[in-house]
């Protein structure tokens, strides 16, 4: 059986000062099934949100809410240790710290540069700020941010179009949920690429 060790870029394995700091954080961990579970989370509740559409407002919140919750809260866990495994695996001058991250992910368009800086870390920890971002999160950005504007207060000046500007932003926000579903996938299965490079 192998022995544990910490995923150490080369060039960090000779430098005691640095091997202490990323140390700190332990071993990269594999994060896959906590992804699964937070993917089935967030289909269930798009699909709970749509078939209980016809119903009355109350019910309906309170069934989407009953998967959408345990639905933030991993999602929130799978930020955390997706972030400390960025730091683990030797990924220095990151912006976003293990202490604020889930804090900051909650936060429209921020959340946009949190997920970047796990795709970038996560894909070429040793060397990410030359990593190109995903163009999935591009996508995910512009479709919430349409969600969100369509909602906005001065664009109801008229009833009649309440309904319509409704579907349009469950559709925006239901893409978005989808491309930022399938980023957290990628990152999960490139940590563990991460994982499966040292073992082997």
């Known amino acids: 059986m192998l022995a544990p060790r910490n995923l150490l870029p080369d060039h960090m394995e000779n430098n005691t000062h640095s091997k202490t700091t990323v140390s700190s954080y332990g071993q990269i961990i594999s994060t896959r099934k906590l992804a699964k579970a937070v993917i ?11 078939a209980f559409f016809p119903l009355k407002e109350e019910i309906q919140l309170f069934v989407f809410s009953l998967f959408s919750i345990p639905y933030l809260v ?3 866990i799978w930020i955390y240790k997706t972030n400390r495994n960025s730091h683990a695996a030797g990924a220095t001058g990151m912006t976003f710290s293990t202490k604020w991250v889930c804090a900051l992910v909650l936060i429209p368009i921020v959340n946009y ?32 941010i349409i969600s969100l504007v369509i909602m906005m207060p001065f664009f109801f000046t008229d009833a009649s179009y ?5 579907v349009l932003s469950d559709v925006a926000g239901t893409l978005s949920t989808l491309l930022l579903l399938s980023v957290i996938f990628r990152i999960s299965s490139s940590q563990e690429a991460l994982i499966n490079r040292v073992v082997s």
């Not at 540069?113 to 950005?141: C, D, H, Y």
Request: aromatic residues 16%.
């Open 40 to 50: 089935y989370l967030a289909l269930v509740s798009i699909f709970t949100y749509s």
């Open 74 to 76: 991993l999602s929130l």
């Open 113 to 144: 540069f949190v997920m970047q800086e796990l795709w970038k870390t996560s894909i070429n920890p040793a060397n990410w700020k030359n990593e190109s971002g995903s163009l999935r999160l591009i996508w995910f950005l512009i479709t919430d």
């Open 162 to 166: 309440i309904t319509i500007l409704n």
